[in-house]
């Protein structure tokens, strides 16, 4: 399966992005997704994550309040809706598809539960 990411950029604090991830798989209704970011000098990090039907979501603490991820099974497209960004939020932005078989109880937050991975997008919040 390809990944696609898209709409990161440049916003002041405050401001608002929203990200976009495009999958080529067939069966990506079936796919558990997920939104991982990674900050200069610093590990990739766990942002969100949805299941195939979309009932299902989590956050990091660090956003919870402020991003909102969804998807569109029609459009082979998940999303992460990004408020009220501060500048700590700056990092490159990944989009994952689950491991197939993975369960999404205790492995959702797990990187390593991921087996294919979007380009990534920055996105740079500037005080």
């Known amino acids: 399966v390809q990944l696609q990411a898209s709409g990161g950029g440049l916003v002041q604090a405050g401001g608002s992005l929203r990200l976009s991830c495009a999958a080529s798989r067939r069966t990506f209704s079936s796919d558990n997704m997920g939104w991982f970011r990674q900050a200069p000098g610093k590990e990739r990090e766990f942002v969100a994550a949805i299941t195939w039907g979309g009932g299902t979501t989590a956050y990091a603490d660090s956003v919870k309040g402020r991003f909102t991820i969804s998807r569109d099974n029609a459009k082979n497209t998940v999303y992460l809706q990004m408020n009220s960004l501060k500048p700590e939020d700056t990092a490159v932005y990944y989009c994952?598809?689950?491991?197939?078989?993975?369960?999404?109880?205790?492995?959702?937050?797990?990187?390593?539960?991921?087996?294919?991975w979007g380009q990534g997008t920055l996105v740079t919040v500037s005080s």
């Open positions: 994952a598809a689950m491991a197939i078989g993975k369960p999404w109880y205790n492995y959702h937050k797990r990187s390593d539960a991921y087996d294919h």
